[in-house]
Nanobody, 119 residues
Framework: QVQLVESGGGLVQPGGSLRLSCAAS????????MAWFRQVQGKQRVMVAD???????RYADSVKGRFTISREDAKNTVYLQMSSLEPEDTAAYYC?????????????WGQGTQVTVSS
């Protein structure tokens, strides 16, 4: 059984910073691309950033220059460093990873962590 567990969300003032972490655990043979998505209540879940196994990254236009995604393969962990946060960044943040196991190879999701940007 594979689990993705996010941490690091919370309440922050506009202009502040937060660092999200997501650790994968279980009988994992390998992990490909890892990503962060976010979802505002009543709206679709959208990709914020992703990072390939080779370290190539992509960002949504709305977060370029403010967010940085990274990964630490030895810990099966992906991070999202968020700076210059804006009220519009308020959302539930979900991590996603393409994971190979003995039972299923495909996309796995975390349970989500809430980020609220407000004064």
């Amino acid at each position: 059984q594979v689990q993705l567990v996010e941490s690091g969300g919370g309440l922050v003032q506009p202009g502040g910073s937060l660092r999200l972490s997501c650790a994968a655990s279980g009988k994992i043979f390998g992990i490909g691309t890892m990503a962060w998505f976010r979802q505002v209540q009543g709206k679709q879940r959208v990709m914020v950033a992703d990072i390939t196994k080779d370290g190539d990254t992509r960002y949504a236009d709305s977060v370029k220059g403010r967010f940085t995604i990274s990964r630490e393969d030895a810990k099966n962990t992906v991070y999202l460093q968020m700076s210059s946060l804006e009220p519009e960044d308020t959302a539930a943040y979900y991590c996603n990873a393409f994971i190979q196991t003995s039972i299923r190879t495909g996309d796995y999701w975390g349970q989500g962590t809430q980020v609220t940007v407000s004064s």
